[in-house]
């Protein structure tokens, strides 16, 4: 018995009657209307299952939709806000409902644009600013050098007309031409100075200097100036600061003679004090504590900031009464800033102000002393190492090769670098030992001979200035190393074992 | 050898260090020292003559340097550091005036090693 759908089966019924189909052609008929009927009816099902499902579907793309719309109208607003209040006058309305999208797409390229030409403006402007601030630093430091020549002269007239007995009124006249070239000089170089440092080529020396030597220096050079005003300068330097350190004692001298001759012109009547205090001490440095102290006027508390920075001073007022130009604080700053110290200042106004800051210097240590002790030298064996010095100065030869005979080495002396040449191409040398300022042929270039030559003996170069440039100029030559002259005999010993 | 000026506070010269690289050899320390008197006496000289030229003033201080720095006061060091770097600076005016007080600065002590250490008496 087939189970007929039940609507075939209903049909059936209303057409054929209650009893059981039969025939060989009906069945396989009722049987295929059969299978269209649940075919329909599954198709109907899954229709149905799909369109609940697209409804669905629908109605969240359509929240979806109202979202966005409303999230871009939002944003449409917020842009047109913005808009207008970047340009008040621009053509698109806040209020306008109106999808103005195109205008606000259209009002941002032209935004654009000006930004970008804007841009291109700016980069030319600052170029041409960058041009311009080079041509004044190299017009104020070729003025500067041209401005000194005339007025060295002018001094030096200064100075023999001083020497020729003048007339009472002659002194007078004479000594407001001297002050007067030599405040003009110390302008002068300071101007200098301040470009050497704007260009960031203000390059600091290192050498051994007594500490005690150059405030007592400072101290002289202002004694005069400070006693014109009734002034007294007082050297305050505690017994534990060691005397002799390393650095740049000229910029030291400057640094300290800005300050001292500043509290001079501050200052009537009054003292003035130098100060070095000892705050550490280690084995291969010191650190400082540096001050200058005077009973002057004194600074402002709201002006105490500003003293630093180039051409200011405190007041037009001191300008006018005492002078100068407003370089001096700020060179001074730039040197400890080179030299990794700050200064500062505390003032009271009618009291008096101290300039202070911390240095920390190399201290030149009693070690290179006890290395230079024959005791120490005594052992050293070159076993007959053959070495070539090339210097010029007699007091040198003698020098090195009293250290050298002693540690059994073969020396040979050229006095410069074409003696030099002609020695190494007949002789083989262990190492070279090379002055770099001599006649005729200097170190440098004899050197630059020796390696076109294609020798590759060692050669270590003596200089008695080992700056930055010279180093680099130095290797650039193809020498291998350097000793600073005066030659400390372990420094010579350890090189000369190094490249042998 | 007599030398009372190398153990005073502020000493003019010291033959300590090249008594040291000479292990004492006291021939050696007046070959030394007869050298540098020259040297310094054809320094001075040629200092004057150059007297208002950067370049040749820090070229004769250069090659005076090293001997100074062995036999000096390490203040007439100090000086010459300046006069150096006035010298490079084309500083003249103020360099003129340190060269002027380095010479007889070491005019004294060349006087004083003449006198104390190579004077036969």
Known sequence: MINYHKLLQKQITRFIGSEVPTGEKLLPLLKAINDSYEAFENDRALSKRAFALAEKEYLETNQRLKDEISIKKQSLKKLKMTINSIEPDSTIDVNSNEDNILDIVNYLNLQISRRKEAELALRSAKEEAEKANKAKTDFLSVMSHEIRTPLNAIIGMGHLLFKNNPKADQVQNLTILKTSADNLLLLINDILDFNKIEAGKLELEYAPFSLIQLMRDVKDGNQLSAADRQNEIEVCIESDVPEFVIGDSLRLRQIFTNLVSNAIKFTQNGKIQIILRQEQLTETEVTLYCAVT??????????????????????????????????????TKNLLSLMNSDIQVISTPQVGSTFYFNLTLPVVSEKETETNSPAVMNDADLHQARILLVEDTLFNVLYATQLLDDWNTIVDVAENGVEALKLIKENTYDIILMDLLMPEMDGYEAAREIRKATISTPIIALSASVSINVKSKILDAGMQDYISKPMSPSELLNKIKKYI | MDNPT??????????????????????????????????????????????????????????????????????????????????????????????????????????????????ES
């Open chain 1, 294 to 331: 005077d009973t002057g006027i004194g600074i402002e508390p709201q002006k105490l900031q500003l003293i630093f920075d180039y051409f200011v001073q405190a007041s037009n007022t001191i300008s006018r009464n005492y002078g100068g130009t407003g370089l001096g604080l700020a060179i």
């Open chain 2, 6 to 119: 190398q153990h005073q506070p502020e000493y003019l010269y010291s033959t300590d260090r090249l008594l040291n690289i000479g292990k004492g050899n006291m021939q050696f320390v007046k070959r030394m020292l007869t050298v540098f008197v020259q040297q310094m006496n054809e320094t001075t000289s040629r200092l004057t003559t150059h007297l208002h030229n950067p370049d040749q003033v820090y070229s004769i201080l250069h090659q005076a340097k090293p001997s100074i720095s062995e036999i000096c006061n390490p203040g007439l060091l100090q000086r010459i550091h300046t006069i150096e770097k006035l010298a490079k600076l084309h500083y003249t005016a103020e360099m003129i005036e340190q060269v002027q007080l380095f010479i007889p600065k070491i005019q004294e002590v060349t006087q004083a090693i003449s006198q104390h250490e190579l004077s």
